[in-house]
């Protein structure tokens, strides 16, 4: 199955910091997604992105689908910005595998 | 904007019980999800539903694993006999179609004990 990574594992941010989390897979994914795991362990989706640059107020993400790895910007970090932040991919619509998470620690 | 809702937040059983965890997920969405997340480690993709039917299930998903869209909006989950090693929190998503993003639910955390 299609193995993902995900780096670094841990961040620490002061507030107002920016930052880029880093998705590799180990094959081809047509279904690409990005999620945050909140501190009451809700997971909201923040992009599908198979390929190109979406952007979406502080978060922009840029998958590189022929290099087989997805990039998350946070910018301007606030403090609920906090949270795990996870990578998922496949092949299409039966499942995605999920990556070990980013855990993101922004302080004031 | 639309939820996927799950039942109960949290639910303690005993070892060895029958429990069944529900979902209802978006109206218009056609396919359904459930995956699991053992505490601190990453979310596991349990099964996959669309047209009534499995279409994908992990090696997790064994014998003592179901899943049924009884009414045409509430999907479930039945664990038969459950283990200790079955504690976990466990997810509900759904999509509109193939290409989209999931909505997951609030997840329902699952303590055997």
């Known amino acids: 199955g299609i193995q993902v990574e995900q780096s670094p594992p841990d961040l620490i941010l002061q507030e107002g910091a920016n930052s880029t989390l880093r998705c590799n897979f180990s094959d081809s994914v047509n279904n690409l997604q990005w999620f945050h795991q909140n501190p009451w362990g809700q997971l909201i989706n923040l992009f599908y992105i198979p390929s190109g640059t979406k952007q979406n107020g502080r978060l922009s993400a840029t998958t590189v689908a022929t290099e087989r790895y997805s990039l998350l910007y946070i910018s301007s970090s606030q403090t609920t910005d906090s949270g795990v932040y996870f990578c998922?991919?496949?092949?299409?619509?039966?499942?995605?595998?999920f990556g070990t998470g980013t855990k993101l620690q922004v302080i004031p | 904007e639309p939820e996927v809702t799950q039942t109960p937040s949290h639910q303690v059983t005993q070892m060895g019980q029958e429990v069944i965890l529900r979902c209802v997920p978006i109206?218009?969405?056609?396919?359904f999800y459930w995956y699991r997340q053992i505490l601190g480690q990453k979310v596991e993709f349990l099964v996959s539903f669309y047209n009534n039917e499995i279409s994908e299930k992990s090696e997790i998903f064994d014998d003592q694993f179901s899943v049924e869209r009884p009414d045409g909006s509430n999907f479930t989950l039945k664990i038969r006999s459950t283990k200790l090693e079955d504690s976990a929190m466990y997810f509900c998503a759904s999509n509109p179609r193939g290409d989209y993003g999931y909505t997951f639910g609030s997840g329902t955390r699952l303590t055997v004990v």
């Open positions: 109206s218009n969405h056609l396919y």
């Open positions: 998922a991919g496949g092949g299409g619509y039966q499942k995605v595998t």
